[in-house]
């Protein structure tokens, strides 16, 4: 997991080939001007999901994991507290091949961070995470989804 300001997104081009495609896109268009739903950037391999999400509590929100993509989350509208397990510590749970996803719900994650508007969450696929932890009924925010 890294956490870190969205402008500091270019010192991590080097983890993944496609960050810097990121950065690209980022660099060419306004994240709060993108109509909500999927945007590919490179088909499949990248693309950004720009979404209206539901606020909830601690207790609300499901821990999620990834096989195949990293997310980086950006709040846009209000902060966003994201819930983080390792994946280690998780119990087995049903993945979804299709959805690449695997839900834990009914679980407290072990520790929580908050991002401001600015922001960025990045979630490999050994970071349980509980997204859309949020003091208002709606977040709109960011997920790029990469390939890992």
């Known amino acids: 997991m890294i956490i870190d300001s969205l ?3 270019k010192n991590y081009e080097s983890v993944n080939p496609l960050f810097s495609k990121v950065v690209e896109f980022l660099n060419g268009h306004d994240l709060n001007l993108l109509e909500v739903g999927k945007h590919e ?7 950004v999901n720009i979404q209206m999400a539901k606020g909830r509590t601690p207790d609300e929100a499901v821990i999620e ?3 195949k993509m990293i997310d980086i989350q950006i ?3 209000a902060s966003e507290t994201f819930g983080y397990t390792p ?3 998780l119990p087995k749970a049903t993945y979804n091949a299709e959805k690449d996803i695997t839900k834990i ?3 407290a994650a072990e520790s929580y961070i908050t991002c401001q ?3 960025m969450a990045i ?3 050994q970071d349980g995470h509980a997204p859309c932890i949020a003091g208002v009924p709606e977040i709109k925010k960011a997920i790029f989804k990469v390939k890992a």
């Open 123 to 125: 979630f490999f696929p």
């Open 65 to 67: 994991t990834h096989d």
């Open 75 to 77: 709040p846009l509208s």
């Open 87 to 89: 994946r280690e510590a």
């Open 41 to 47: 950037i490179v088909g499949k391999d990248l693309f």
């Open 117 to 119: 508007p600015g922001m």
């Open 7 to 9: 402008k500091n997104l």
């Open 105 to 107: 719900p009914e679980l």
